[in-house]
Structures are given as structure tokens and as C-alpha cells.
């Protein structure tokens, strides 16, 4: 495929030598002469493994040259990539300004183009920037439509600096945010002998994947130098524990624990966050990011709190008490903090009326009810069409297998608030759905 590239940094650079290579016929275009100069003259703009000699064998068999013509690149392409930076501004938001640049000016050239012309960014745009800021500047550049004229894409990259050459042919996964399949199978082919699942999907979540993944590197990173901070302090060998950390693959290196849900709670997760966090605050320790855990867990439960609040309904089904199925702990379980919270906005001043809120459980038993406070015990029951005939709003609080039940149970006029995303929207028949995440 012809393929232009603008922007030619790490990111540019790295997507235009790794295509060459691939046999594609690529026009690597910066803003920065001096770097389309070290292009054409064999020599790399950015210093990575591998570089230089794929710049220097792009240029041998003629797939790799640099242009100064935005009109040479998008008139001898098919496809271009964009790769320029986008900088933090001082408040720390999301700086767009080189991208709506290179925009105008690919638009420009497209007004001028015939042919159809896929246009796809490689560079970290928050969800929405590509629908809401980049597209209007292209439509308007060029007079042309999206989705007729040129398509888009987003084609995050998820390269670590240093080995970025090895991650290009070598990634864990290709990611393709597309407004339609003509553009998402332009971009397609491009990768399609690289050896990696390629997930396509719509542009605001191909946008956000790159900040998930980011974001989650950083937290693993701090929550590593957090833990180490305690360790040393301990005099425990930290390098030790966080490989015996490691060799767990079922919950601690998996994907375990990472579906959006609803809060934690039960007899351990509280207790011992809070204990470590205290022996942090007693060793004079700062960890602001394990200090921060409980409070998060608490944000969310309020979340959930004004979720249901804000439906504006008298009468609610909570399903599930314990803190999972299969076990009747209820010690903080967030079900029991959500019934308590709702119980302080107001809710407690219908109770004598009987109905206000409802909880089933069928893990519990009348036995354990007796370990319950009496208010929560009060609103048990074990019959699952009572609740749902007794409540407009049922609320999920945890995966539970009986929820199958529930689609044959609920009526038009019921509302399902889905905590734990236990019930997808597209599987109900009836009523309506909210989801927390
Ligand atoms: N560096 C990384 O490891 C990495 C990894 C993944 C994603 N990203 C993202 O990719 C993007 C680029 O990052 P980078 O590190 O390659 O940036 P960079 O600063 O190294 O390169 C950007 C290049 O774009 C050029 N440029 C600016 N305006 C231009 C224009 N109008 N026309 C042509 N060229 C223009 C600049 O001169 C510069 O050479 C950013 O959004 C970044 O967040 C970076």
C-alpha cells in the first residue's frame, strides 16, 4: 500500500521504517525539515534499536522517502498516518493543537484528491477528539464527507521507547477504531501479516484503550514503589515479595478483578487495606495511592447511591446482601453500606409503611439473618417474586446465576440498576436498564 506519515518522532518514525519494511511504499513527512532531510540522507530522526538500519534499507529498495509537500504525501497515498504530539497544556488537559494543524492541511490536500483516502491517528487523543474536534476540521478543509469521501480511523500505539521496533512487529494486540469497515479494512490490511489478534471497534474506545493502558502501567508502577516504600521500611526484602506476588497468575497477574463492577467489601479487603495503610501512616510513610483505596471504594458506593437516588423511586429491590455469592458474609459487604447510605438520604422514614426497601439472598438462611443488624435483617426476603412484584427499581449488587430468572420476572415498568454488570442492556426484554460503569 502507498502510505504517508506525518509526524516523524518516535511514534512516526518507528510506524514509517516498520512499514517500509514490510514491503509498503512509505512518505514520511515532518514539520521540522531537518528531519525530513535525515530521512532521505539514510539517517534516523530518533536513536532506537533497529532504526537505523531500516531507514537506511527503506531508502535502498525505494520504499522509504521523506517529503516536504503535504500534497506530495496525501496525493501518492492511500492512507496516512498521524503521529504528532499532543502535549499537555500548564492545566494538565490534552493539547490538540498540532493535530488540528496537520488536519487542515491534509484536508487541504484532499479537496484536491479524487480517490478515496483513509486518514488514521497513532497519536493519544482523549475519547471524543477524533468525532468532535478532529473530523470537523477535515470535513471542512477538504469539502469532503467522511465516510464517502475519506474514512477515519484511530490505530493507537502502544510501543515502549527503546523497543519500539521490536513492539511494531511484535504487538500484543492491534487495535483499530473505525467509523465504518472500509475504513477499519483499509487499515486492516496494512497489519495483516503481523502475527496479533486485531480488535475493531468503535473510535472512542480505540481512544481510550491507549489512556486504560497508560494509566494502568502508572498505577502498577506507583502501587510497586508504594509496597517497596513499606518493605523497606520493614526491613522486608521487597524485590522478594513482589516475586512471590507474581507467580500468582489466578489473582494477581490476570485478568481477575479487572471488569468493572461494584465496590469490594467482605471480611479481608477492608480490614487488611486499612491495617496496611495505618502501619504505612505509623512508619511516616506517604502512600498516597494505597491511601487512597478506601476512599475509592467509598466514591463508588456513593455513585451508586445518587444512581438510584437520582431515579426518584419509592420502592427498591436490592438483589444480593452478602459481599459474593456463594457465601453468606455479609461483614462490609457495600450491599449492607448501600442499604445504610440510601437509610441516611432519606429512605429510613418509610420503613414503618412497610416496603420501602426489600433485599434478597438466597445464600442466606433465616439462621444467619440473626447476625445481621435488625433494620437490615428487616427488609430480608427469600422469595424472588415478591421483591421483584414489590419493587419498580431492582438494583444488582453481584454476579448471581438466578439472574437468568429475571428477564421472565421483570415487567415494562421496572427499572434495573445493574452495579455489577451481571445483566448486559442487550440481553433484557423488558423494563429499563442502568449501569453504574
Ligand atoms: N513516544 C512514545 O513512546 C509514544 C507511544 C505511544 C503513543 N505516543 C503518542 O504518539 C504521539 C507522538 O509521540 P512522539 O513521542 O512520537 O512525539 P514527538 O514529539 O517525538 O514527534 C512528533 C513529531 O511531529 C512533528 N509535527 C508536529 N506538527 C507537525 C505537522 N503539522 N506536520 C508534520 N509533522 C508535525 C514534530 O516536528 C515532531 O517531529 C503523541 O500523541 C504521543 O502521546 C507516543
Known amino acids: 500500500m502507498n502510505i504517508s506519515v506525518f509526524g516523524l518522532g518516535y511514534v512516526g518514525t518507528v510506524t514509517a521504517v516498520c ?29 532506537e534499536n533497529g532504526i537505523e538500519e531500516l531507514v537506511k534499507l527503506g531508502l535502498n529498495n525505494g520504499t522509504l522517502r521523506a517529503t516536504e509537500s503535504v500534497e506530495d504525501a496525501i496525493q501518492n497515498s492511500e492512507l496516512s498516518f498521524i503521529c504528532v504530539g499532543t502535549p499537555s497544556n500548564l492545566d494538565g ?44 476540521v477535515l470535513e471542512n478543509a477538504s469539502g469532503k464527507k467522511s465516510g464517502i469521501d475519506f474514512g477515519v480511523c484511530v490505530n493507537p500505539e502502544f510501543m515502549r521507547e527503546g523497543e519500539a521496533v521490536y513492539d ?18 483499509r487499515v486492516a490490511h496494512i497489519y495483516q501479516d503481523i502475527d496479533a489478534p486485531i480488535v475493531r ?65 467482605g471480611s479481608c479487603l477492608p480490614k487488611d487495606i486499612r491495617a496496611l495503610t495505618a502501619k504505612s501512616a505509623e512508619l511516616k510513610l506517604r502512600n498516597p495511592l494505597l491511601e487512597a483505596v478506601s476512599e475509592s471504594n467509598r466514591a463508588h458506593i456513593d455513585r451508586a447511591v445518587n444512581l438510584i437516588m437520582g431515579l426518584g423511586t419509592r420502592r427498591i429491590g436490592i438483589l444480593g446482601l452478602s459481599f459474593k455469592s456463594g457465601t453468606t458474609d ?43 443488624p435488625p433494620h437490615i435483617a428487616s427488609l430480608l426476603t427469600l422469595d424472588l417474586e415478591d421483591i421483584i412484584n414489590n419493587s419498580d427499581v431492582i438494583v444488582i449488587t453481584r454476579q448471581d446465576k438466578y439472574f437468568e430468572r429475571l428477564n421472565e420476572m421483570i415487567t415494562n415498568d421496572h427499572t434495573i440498576v445493574d452495579l455489577a454488570g451481571a445483566m448486559r442492556r442487550s440481553l433484557m426484554q423488558k423494563g429499563s436498564y442502568v449501569g453504574i460503569c
Not at 488540528?100 to 484532499?110: F, T
Not at 511494531?168 to 479494512?185: C, H, Q, S, T
Not at 506507583?222 to 516504600?229: K, L, P, Q, R, W
Open 168 to 185: 511494531f512487529f511484535n504487538p500484543e494486540r492491534i487495535v483499530i477504531g473505525e467509523l465504518d469497515a472500509r475504513a477499519g479494512d
Open 93 to 136: 488537559s490534552l493539547n490538540l493543537e498540532h493535530i488540528i494543524r496537520v488536519c487542515e492541511q491534509i484536508g487541504k490536500a484532499l479537496s484536491a484528491k479524487s480517490k478515496y483516502h483513509v486518514i488514521v491517528t497513532r497519536s493519544t487523543m482523549l475519547p471524543g477528539s477524533m468525532e468532535d474536534e478532529i473530523l470537523p
Open 201 to 265: 471497534c468503535d473510535i472512542k474506545s480505540a481512544e481510550m484503550v491507549k489512556y486504560v493502558d497508560n494509566t494502568f502501567h502508572a498505577v502498577k508502577i506507583t502501587f510497586a514503589n508504594e509496597i517497596g516504600s513499606i518493605c523497606g521500611k520493614l526491613g522486608i526484602d521487597s524485590y522478594q515479595v513482589m516475586d512471590i506476588f507474581c507467580l500468582d497468575r489466578k489473582l494477581n497477574i490476570s485478568s481477575h478483578y479487572l471488569k468493572p463492577g461494584f465496590a469490594y467489601g
Open 330 to 372: 455479609t461483614r462490609e459487604s457495600p450491599s449492607v453500606a448501600l442499604i445504610h447510605r440510601l437509610y441516611e438520604k432519606g429512605y429510613s422514614r418509610l420503613f414503618d409503611k412497610g416496603y420501602d426497601i426489600t433485599v434478597y439472598d438466597p445464600s442466606l438462611q433465616r439462621t444467619e439473618m440473626d447476625n445481621l
Open 19 to 47: 512499514l517500509s519494511k514490510k514491503g509498503h511504499n512509505v512518505l514520511g513527512i515532518d514539520a521540522k525539515s531537518a528531519k525530513n532531510e535525515a530521512i532521505n540522507r539514510g539517517v534516523a530522526p530518533v536513536i
